[in-house]
Nanobody, 127 residues
Framework: VQLVESGGGLVQAGGSLRLSCSAS????????IGWFRQAPGKGREEKGI??????????VFADSVKDRFTISSDKVKNTIDLQMNNLKPEDTGTYYC???????????????????WGQGTRVTVSS
């Protein structure tokens, strides 16, 4: 079971990036998926940036990214994508994808509820 994130990079404020989380060894369609951020010099945030419940399409977003970020799934590719628009310097950090078979993890969108993690992809937003 493995998660691999991709799509990070350097972008100017106001720009967009699309992060992708690819799963191997299991199918996303019965899992809860979360995206979490670790800002430079800080620990990983306990509350997720965005979470998604594959079985019913339910989503949870942090207040700081509502109306800017969206999350979507591609069942054929077995990926979960995080579309980030109107990026701000405070969005800078390493973004981690996480998965858990328990739907409640996606409802809570808390890091401690997820048991499978990727290695992260770095996002830098310049002002």
């Amino acid at each position: 079971v493995q998660l691999v994130e991709s799509g990070g990079g350097l972008v100017q404020a106001g720009g967009s990036l699309r992060l992708s989380c690819s799963a191997s060894g299991f199918a996303f369609d019965t899992y809860a998926i979360g995206w979490f951020r670790q800002a430079p010099g800080k620990g990983r945030e306990e509350k997720g940036i965005a979470c998604f419940v594959s079985s019913d399409g339910g989503t949870v977003f942090a207040d700081s990214v509502k109306d800017r970020f969206t999350i979507s799934s591609d069942k054929v590719k077995n990926t979960i994508d995080l579309q980030m628009n109107n990026l701000k310097p405070e969005d800078t950090g390493t973004y981690y994808c996480a998965a858990d078979h328990a739907i409640v993890a996606g409802r809570l969108c808390q890091a401690q509820a997820f048991d499978t993690w990727g290695q992260g992809t770095r996002v830098t937003v310049s002002s």
